[in-house]
């Protein structure tokens, strides 16, 4: 009897257990699941949420003054060195969209500091541009994007005025007036194309029509001044403006207008030389 009863205890127990184990099952499951979609998140979840950076462990670090381009503007790509590496200076070349070598520059070191510029011409391609910076072992890459555009011009005597845009010029540029007295220079312009409130042109200025050494070129539209953000080259002034519809005239104001005595000047004292010696033989032919 004793043994019987000692054999029903024991299956008791094992069918408890068996189903205390298929109660807690599903609950384990559970804790497994959990525990597999938190490790998820953390291997997931920063590759997603937290951007990738550029590594700087290459030992350079650089940067360009913009992201993006029009033709004409100046390209200033600065940075520094971690490490000195005697005398060597750093080497930058870009390349255009297709591949191609567009600049080369090598530059010396100050204080582990590097800065080289360069202007894109008016015929660059537009697109996605490379730079790679090396510095003896090691370099560093970086892009800038060039918007290409449409070029007009404006004639001023021997020189021209380069104006650009994003598309189609909706502004039609007309007479041009120069004060060198002034220091001015005068263009008159029809803006009835213009869609919107303003078009966006930027000049690109020689400094041998215009200039003011020092400071900015005062641009009016209608005898008002508006504020332009300006840069400048060896050669040339760079200023990106919005000319409001319904303008009809603009005005450039410097310190340094066209020389006196450029080829207009020229040609008008050679005119006035020529009709003094023909006055002159008159004079003698008629006494």
Do not use: W
Request: hydrophobic share 40%.
């Amino acid at each position: 009897m004793t043994h019987f009863s000692e054999y029903l205890m024991l299956i008791f127990h094992t069918r408890v257990k068996s189903q205390l184990n298929i109660i807690e099952l599903p609950k384990l499951l559970m804790n497994i699941s959990k525990n597999a979609v938190f490790l998820l998140v953390i291997l997931v979840v920063p590759s997603t949420v937290f951007p990738t950076y550029a590594d700087n462990s290459s030992g350079i670090t650089a940067t360009a003054n913009k992201d993006s381009y029009q033709p004409g503007d100046k390209v200033i790509i600065s940075g520094s060195v971690e490490q000195l590496v005697s005398s060597n200076p750093v080497t930058i070349i870009v390349r255009n969209p297709m591949g191609n070598v567009y600049d080369v520059g090598q530059v010396n070191l100050l204080n582990n500091l590097f800065v080289h510029d360069f202007v894109l011409n008016d015929d660059s391609l537009g697109g996605m541009y490379n730079v790679n910076i090396k510095y003896g072992t090691v370099s560093t890459q970086l892009n800038f994007m060039l918007n290409s555009g449409a070029l007009s011009t404006i004639q001023v005597f021997g020189s021209e005025i380069k104006v650009r845009t994003n598309g189609t010029n909706p502004i039609k540029y007309g007479d041009v007036s120069v004060s060198t007295v002034d220091n001015t220079i005068k263009i008159s312009m029809d803006t009835s194309k213009i869609q919107g409130s303003s078009a966006n042109q930027e000049y690109q200025i020689p400094k041998t029509i215009i200039d003011t050494p020092g400071g900015n070129i005062v641009l009016k539209v209608d005898g008002k001044q508006i504020l332009c953000p300006q840069s400048e080259t060896d050669t040339m002034r760079i200023l990106d403006c919005n000319i409001q519809a319904n303008s009809s005239s603009l005005e450039l104001d410097g310190a340094i207008v066209i020389p006196e005595f450029g080829p207009l000047a020229g040609l008008a004292i050679s005119l006035s030389l020529v009709a003094v010696v023909v006055l002159s033989r008159t004079s003698q032919i008629h006494f």
